[in-house]
């Protein structure tokens, strides 16, 4: 087993289900949190997923997702956002 999915395995038993959302959350502090998506995660469940506040996205290994910023054109995420 790759030591990220391990790591992914690991945060994802410990995470906390959050009420209607596809994640499950995993609280660091007051400041970090890592949200974690299951990958049968319906895509109409992503496509308008906005926050109240600014965030700062972190890949935590190589995927094929994309981030779109307001009125930009979806990016690859390759480091931090």
């Known amino acids: 087993m790759a030591l990220d999915c391990y790591i992914d395995d690991l945060f994802y038993e410990r995470a906390s289900k959050v009420e209607?959302?596809?994640?499950?959350?995993?609280?660091?502090?007051?400041?970090?949190?890592?949200r974690i998506f299951p990958?049968?995660?319906?895509?109409?469940?992503?496509?308008?997923?906005?926050?109240?506040?600014d965030r700062e996205v972190y890949p935590l290994h190589k995927t094929d997702w994309e981030f779109q910023f307001d009125n930009e054109l979806p990016q690859q995420i390759n480091s931090k956002l």
Do not use: A, N, S
């Open 20 to 34: 209607g959302k596809p994640y499950k959350e995993f609280v660091f502090d007051d400041e970090k949190l890592l």
């Open 39 to 53: 990958e049968d995660t319906d895509e109409e469940m992503l496509k308008w997923h906005w926050d109240e506040e």
